[in-house]
């Protein structure tokens, strides 16, 4: 790919996210939305996280897409945490010290 296509996909990308971002926060940034709406958007974070995070545990590039106990065992241990607590801050550093003892333990990366 030649250098001028690659920055003319940066700039049609840049656009394009511009947009999307701009019908939320310029069209309807100052007007009040219906409760349906507001009750839908609080769920965005819980529907997204997962998604970003179970392509990491179950097929993690640190053990070549392999399932890998400790991280397995971190994610158990931090949804368990998160679960018992509802503390955000317990839930992170409980499932961190999973994975670095289970790291430890097992000698795996």
């Known amino acids: ?3 001028g296509y690659i920055w003319i996909i940066i700039l049609i990308l840049g656009v394009g996210t511009y947009l999307i971002r701009f019908s939320f926060l310029g069209l309807i940034g100052g007007r009040d939305l ?3 709406v507001l009750r ?4 965005t974070a819980v529907a997204v996280l ?3 995070v179970a392509p990491l545990v ?3 590039t640190a053990t070549a897409g392999e399932i ?3 991280r397995l ?3 158990l241990v931090t949804f368990g945490v998160g ?3 509802r503390n955000v801050i317990a839930a992170i550093l409980a499932g961190g010290g999973t994975l670095f003892a289970m790291i430890a333990i097992t000698g795996a990366y």
């Open 1 to 3: 790919m030649s250098t």
């Open 34 to 36: 219906p409760e349906w």
């Open 40 to 43: 839908h958007l609080r769920y």
């Open 50 to 52: 997962p998604g970003l």
């Open 58 to 60: 179950l097929w993690p």
């Open 68 to 70: 890998d106990p400790a």
């Open 73 to 75: 065992s971190a994610a």
């Open 83 to 85: 679960l018992l607590t």
